[in-house]
């Protein structure tokens, strides 16, 4: 099994920042990327960046490029979110999740933690 654990959530204000970190444990070999979604009130989850595990290739949505910036520490297993510029609409529940080579998607999820940025 592998457990995913996020941290760094919180209340801040419109334009403040946050980092957000996930810590990967357990069955963590054959790891092919990890990254970063998000779930506000009464909308679908959505992706927020990812990024390859060996290659460090990034994606981000269209939402948050050029605000949001995602890295890993490769050796702690450690994936970050480092989110800047924050907005309103930004606010929601942050999931970490971690996909393995061969897999087709995402099968591990952290618990999640809350963002909220006040106007």
């Known amino acids: 099994q592998v457990q995913l654990v996020e941290s760094g959530g919180g209340l801040v204000q419109t334009g403040d920042s946050l980092r957000l970190s996930c810590l990967a444990s357990?069955?963590?070999?054959?790891?092919?990327?990890m990254g970063w979604f998000r779930q506000a009130p009464g909308r679908e989850r959505e992706i927020v960046a990812t990024?390859?595990?060996?290659?460090?290739?990034?994606y981000y949505a269209d939402s948050v490029k050029g605000r949001f910036t995602i890295s890993r520490i490769y050796i702690k297993n450690t994936v970050y979110l480092q989110m800047d510029s924050l907005k309103p609409e930004d606010t929601a529940i942050y999931y970490c999740a971690l996909r393995r080579l061969g897999d087709p998607e995402y099968g591990y999820w952290g618990q999640g933690t809350q963002v909220t940025v006040s106007s």
């Open positions: 357990g069955r963590t070999f054959s790891m092919y990327a």
């Open positions: 990024i390859t595990w060996s290659g460090g290739s990034a």
